[in-house]
């Protein structure tokens, strides 16, 4: 491995064991047995590193349950249900990266390079639900369905991991938000008629 991958491992070592406003650029050289110039040599600064450490962070915790073979049809309340179970799994888990999320939401004033970074990869987030609901490939999901279902799914999500943060044992399963999508869906099926 070369200096910018040694970099990127580093950081996500001191995010998960110190998050981003714990974390400095001595911890990272020191985890990953480079040196400063490094860091802006590869990066541009130490808040671009972590911006990319978080986000490749997210991806391997989000790649177990995107690559899962899913058991029921696209599209579907069951589908819906899955997907969602695994988001909860992954929030159970000791040390989960979601967590990272809410410090982002609390300083993201105080890091507005992460804050910027993070805000453009948050749209790729969206497509990337989509794509598992409807069992397509990223590349099938339209820049519109991303400006809509993407936006409510990533609402979801961010409201998820908020309930994970403050209060686990009340958060909901994936069956339970399922059945409030259920619920909500047959209002309005009432409302239309």
């Not at 910018?4 to 950081?11: K, V």
């Amino acid at each position: 491995m070369g200096h910018r991958e040694d970099l990127l491992e580093g950081a996500k070592r001191c995010l998960l064991a110190k998050g981003f406003v714990g974390t400095t650029a001595r911890d990272i050289v020191k985890e990953s047995g480079t040196n400063l110039a490094s860091i802006g040599y590869h990066y541009g600064s130490k808040d671009a590193l972590l911006a990319e450490a978080y986000i490749a962070l997210v991806s391997s915790a989000s790649a177990d349950w995107e690559q899962a073979s899913f058991a029921t049809r696209p599209g579907s309340l069951e589908r819906f249900e899955e997907v969602w179970g695994g988001v909860v799994r992954t929030m159970k888990e000791p040390g989960s990266v979601w967590r990272l999320s809410i410090e982002i939401i609390a300083m993201g004033d105080k890091m507005p390079a992460v804050r910027d970074y993070l805000a453009k990869e948050q749209a790729e987030g969206g497509r990337g639900f989509i794509a598992m609901l409807m069992g397509v490939e990223e590349a099938a999901v339209s820049d519109d369905e991303v400006a809509t279902l993407g936006k409510f799914l990533t609402t979801m999500m961010t409201g998820l991991i908020a309930q994970y943060s403050f209060a686990p044992e009340t958060a909901p399963s994936g069956r339970e938000l399922t059945e409030g999508l259920r619920r909500l869906m047959k209002a309005a099926d009432g409302a239309e008629s």
